[in-house]
């Protein structure tokens, strides 16, 4: 259900704080950059990245989605962006060079921001992701709910397969006919569902309850990171590489 990997990596070891910051100033670099081959230098130090974290084990899981993002990409971004003089116009769609340059960066741009998010939960547990949050300033009831979406989130993708699986083996049949015909078969399933997902919000709220959440102010940690110099290295350096390239 999970997708963090506990490998003794040194992506691993980073500071949850450090791991937060450099995501956020990942993405800023790659919305800064607009030419494709910027972007694809950007792309392979991401995949650098990847095999720096032992991350290749959860790429391969959506590279499905990796490589229908880049078609999609540069198939629509090249016939829709209106840039440059087009070589090829039919109707509303057309080609040139700029375009097909627009959609190829866009594309590498979408699977770079993927790519660094898949990166960062396979290396980061959501226990030091609560705590990188708080470590940054945010309060404790807002790290807690944004960690508890991490949590929930694979637990009721998990419980939807069991309902499903339930249902296929009470004769349920999901699987004949076209898409349009399968559809319409999946809304029963949507009671149980909703049913699982009340009772299991309510559980949780009375669990919370009655360990007393929200009743002290004053927090202790389990966990304990130290921010060394290799992490400032990190943040110094992305810092500075996002400077230059919003000033250029």
Same mark, same amino acid.
């Given at each position: 259900?999970?997708?963090?990997?506990?490998?003794?990596?040194? /992506?691993? @070891?980073?500071?949850?704080?450090?791991?937060?910051?450099?995501?956020?100033?990942?993405?800023?670099?790659?919305?800064? =950059?607009?030419?494709? +081959?910027?972007?694809?230098?950007v792309l392979t130090g991401v995949l650098t990245l990847t095999?720096?974290? @032992?991350?290749?084990? %959860?790429?391969?899981?959506? /590279?499905?989605?990796?490589?229908?993002?880049?078609?999609?990409?540069?198939?629509?971004?090249?016939?829709?962006?209106?840039?440059?003089?087009?070589? +090829?116009?039919?109707?509303? /769609?057309?080609?040139?060079?700029?375009?097909?340059?627009?959609?190829?960066?866009?594309?590498?741009?979408? %699977?770079?921001?993927?790519?660094?998010? *898949?990166?960062?939960?396979?290396?980061?547990?959501?226990?030091?992701?609560?705590?990188?949050?708080?470590?940054?300033?945010?309060?404790?009831?807002?790290?807690?709910? =944004?960690? =508890?979406?991490? @949590?929930?989130?694979?637990?009721?993708?998990?419980?939807?397969?069991?309902?499903?699986?339930?249902?296929?083996?009470?004769? /349920?049949?999901?699987?004949?006919? %076209?898409?349009?015909? @399968?559809?319409?078969?999946?809304?029963? =399933?949507?009671?149980?569902?909703?049913?699982?997902?009340?009772?299991?919000?309510?559980l949780l709220a009375m669990a919370l309850e009655s360990k007393?959440?929200?009743?002290?102010?004053?927090?202790?940690?389990?966990?304990?990171?130290?921010?060394? +110099?290799?992490?400032?290295?990190?943040?110094?350096?992305?810092?500075?590489? %996002?400077?230059?390239? +919003? *000033?250029?």
């Amino acid at each position: 259900m999970f997708l963090y990997l506990p490998y003794d990596t040194v /992506l691993h @070891r980073i500071h949850p704080a450090t791991k937060i910051v450099g995501l956020f100033l990942m993405l800023v670099m790659t919305v800064a =950059l607009t030419e494709a +081959w910027q972007q694809l230098i950007v792309l392979t130090g991401v995949l650098t990245l990847t095999a720096t974290g @032992r991350a290749f084990r %959860n790429i391969r899981r959506i /590279l499905p989605l990796v490589i229908t993002v880049m078609l999609f990409s540069c198939i629509t971004w090249s016939l829709f962006k209106r840039v440059g003089d087009p070589f +090829w116009t039919a109707g509303p /769609l057309t080609l040139s060079r700029e375009s097909i340059e627009f959609g190829v960066a866009m594309a590498f741009r979408l %699977n770079t921001m993927l790519l660094s998010g *898949m990166i960062f939960v396979t290396c980061t547990r959501v226990e030091e992701f609560s705590y990188g949050l708080r470590a940054l300033g945010l309060p404790f009831p807002v790290s807690f709910a =944004l960690s =508890l979406a991490f @949590r929930l989130v694979p637990l009721f993708f998990s419980r939807i397969g069991i309902i499903v699986q339930a249902q296929q083996s009470r004769g /349920l049949d999901l699987k004949s006919g %076209n898409l349009v015909q @399968r559809i319409p078969k999946y809304i029963p =399933l949507l009671v149980p569902i909703f049913v699982y997902a009340i009772r299991d919000t309510d559980l949780l709220a009375m669990a919370l309850e009655s360990k007393g959440f929200g009743f002290r102010t004053a927090r202790t940690e389990y966990l304990r990171f130290v921010f060394g +110099w290799s992490d400032g290295l990190i943040i110094g350096m992305l810092i500075t590489i %996002n400077t230059v390239i +919003w *000033m250029a």
